[in-house]
């Protein structure tokens, strides 16, 4: 596939996406791991910070060649005012389905901004009217409440709907316990009779 398949430059309301290999240093990112800042940010996700600037390397390594195969898009996010770091968002694409699930985190002093929602628009503008896919699936570990507040607000908002619970699906955490992931999906469909010209109009692909 292309290596142009995916936007290189979106902008929202307050946020900016490019793709992480291409404007993220992996040493900067690995500085928030070993802060101790991603400890929060990880914990939901039930993964650990990284102990090496070798595992942030092999991250971003993995997540370009997803991007040149056209199985995933991770896109790092930086405010539009100063360019500050914000988090990751991700698409990670199933082509013969046509549809994609998103993927995120957010630094811990970003949280309660209210990015969730606003990547979800641009993301979804990406997956449906650039990427023509007719399905996007988002989920949350049911015990993360701040996850699910912000991901119902976006998915009603949509039209889009509560679809399942997925037991087990991740292996076990911290607990010793696999744990559950609580799924919702937002079809192309629900999506274009909801979306409001107002928030289209702050969504901008510009290359």
């Known amino acids: ?86 988090g990751v968002a991700e698409l990670w694409l199933e082509w013969e389905e046509r549809s994609t699930s998103f993927g995120m985190w957010v630094r811990e002093p970003f949280w309660g901004r209210g990015y969730s929602g606003e990547r979800a628009g641009a993301m979804s503008y990406v997956a449906f009217d650039r990427l023509d896919l007719e399905l996007v699936s988002v989920g949350h570990d049911p015990e993360n409440e701040q996850s699910k507040r912000a991901i119902e607000k976006y998915v009603d908002s949509y039209g889009g709907q509560y679809d399942a619970v997925l037991r087990n699906w991740y292996p076990p955490d911290d607990s010793g316990e696999p744990v559950d992931l609580q799924t919702y999906s937002i079809s192309q469909e629900q999506w274009r009779e909801n979306v409001t010209e107002t928030e289209l109009s702050t969504i901008r692909i510009v290359r």
Not at 9 to 18: A, K, Q
Not at 28 to 33: F, T
């Open 1 to 86: 596939m292309s290596t142009t398949l995916f936007p290189t430059h979106i902008e929202s309301e307050r946020l900016r996406y490019e793709p992480l290999h291409e404007s993220a240093e992996p040493l900067d990112i690995y500085e928030y791991h070993r802060s101790g800042e991603m400890d929060a940010v990880m914990r939901p996700l039930g993964e650990r910070p990284h102990a090496r600037p070798k595992e942030t390397m092999d991250e971003v390594t993995e997540a370009a060649e997803a991007w040149e195969s056209g199985e995933r898009a991770t896109y790092a996010i930086t405010t539009k005012s100063d360019g500050e770091f914000v």
